[in-house]
């Protein structure tokens, strides 16, 4: 594996980050350099179980990467972005999500170490073009600015003529999971289902404006977030692979089907209520998303993805139900 020397995780404090920590430290990687912007939130209590060299705040981080403050750097996992779908600040996007990881492209790219980042299923838009990381990018239309901040990142790096050793674009799709308690309105409905569930013993689920769909029957690829860092570490194990990838677990489950295995967990009923959807969601909802995973499993990654039902037990389980634990 070419990962020799200090490991940087940016967005290392955050859900997948910090999960990506963790895993980290399961493979014996205590050499870390974890890069985020925890200001006033708690995101530093996903830090407190796991062991790593430094914490550098965002804003001070590439003046002492480009300073030389670090010793060898053995490569970069970058998580980090601003990935609220409603963020308006198209500004604020461009610097966090394009311009931020330009940036640490041309540093992998100078010292020729690998480069892991992440790129989202959000760049396929309402799905007309399917969801097939082997399809030009180029065709795809977005439907918020943080898809298209990824999208137009993954489109520089393809026309890159010079590219670090090894470099992986991961288009995540509905991931969720421990250590995602402090990401708001953008956490999973497992995590927001789980808590009204405790509150007020039911479940809210958004009414279907679309005839094709029932309400609660819209669908998305939930791929757990243990997953997620088993396939991160696949491309670090196999340095040999680069492109863009996408990471779901190739099946679409619905919405009711989530948050019913919530109440499984914990041995209840299933007791949902359908809302109205919020007119400034209607025209950006995705009814259906499926990663089409013959891509991944073309360079030879062989495990299987857990669905809803295993997945959300393990979540509730192990670490709603036990004060949100975390991983």
């Not at 209840?268 to 007119?279: A, G, R, S, V």
């Not at 030879?300 to 670490?319: C, I, L, P, R």
């Amino acid at each position: 594996m070419n990962w020799n020397g200090n490991i940087i995780v940016t967005g290392g404090a955050g859900f997948i980050g910090s999960c990506m920590v963790r895993t980290l430290n399961d493979m014996g990687h205590d050499d870390l350099i974890i890069v985020d912007h925890i200001a006033e939130t708690e995101k530093w209590m996903n830090l407190r179980n796991k062991k790593y060299i430094e914490y550098v705040p965002r804003e001070n981080f590439l003046t002492r990467l480009e300073q030389g403050d670090f010793n060898t750097i053995g490569g970069i996992i970058h998580l980090g972005a601003c990935s609220a779908t409603t963020e308006r600040d198209f500004d604020y996007l461009w610097t966090n999500n394009v311009e931020f990881t330009k940036t640490l492209w041309r540093y992998a790219t100078v010292h020729q170490i690998p480069f892991i980042y992440a790129s989202s299923a959000a760049t396929y838009g309402d799905g007309v073009q399917g969801f097939d990381d082997a399809c030009d990018i180029d065709i795809l239309r977005p439907l918020n600015g943080y898809g298209y901040s990824k999208q137009v990142f993954d489109q520089w790096a393809r026309k890159q003529s010079n590219a670090p050793m090894q470099h992986v674009g991961l288009k995540f799709f509905n991931v969720y999971g421990p250590n995602e308690y402090y990401k708001g309105s953008m956490a999973s409905m497992v995590f927001h289902g789980y808590r009204q569930m405790i509150e007020s013993g039911e479940i809210k689920l958004f009414k279907s404006e679309n005839p094709k769909y029932a309400d609660g029957g819209q669908l998305r690829d939930f791929v757990y977030v243990k997953d997620v860092c088993k396939v991160i570490r696949f491309f670090m194990e196999h340095p040999e692979h680069s492109g863009l990838f996408n990471v779901g677990t190739g099946r679409a489950q619905s919405f009711e089907e989530l948050v019913s295995a919530v109440f499984v967990a914990v041995g209840k009923e299933p007791n949902i209520k359908f809302i109205d959807m919020p007119e400034h969601l209607k025209a950006k909802y995705q009814y259906y998303t499926q990663a089409e995973l013959k891509k991944l499993r073309s360079v030879g990654y062989t495990d299987e993805f857990m669905d809803v039902s295993a997945g959300v037990k393990d979540y509730v389980t192990n670490y709603l139900a036990k004060g949100f634990d975390n991983y």
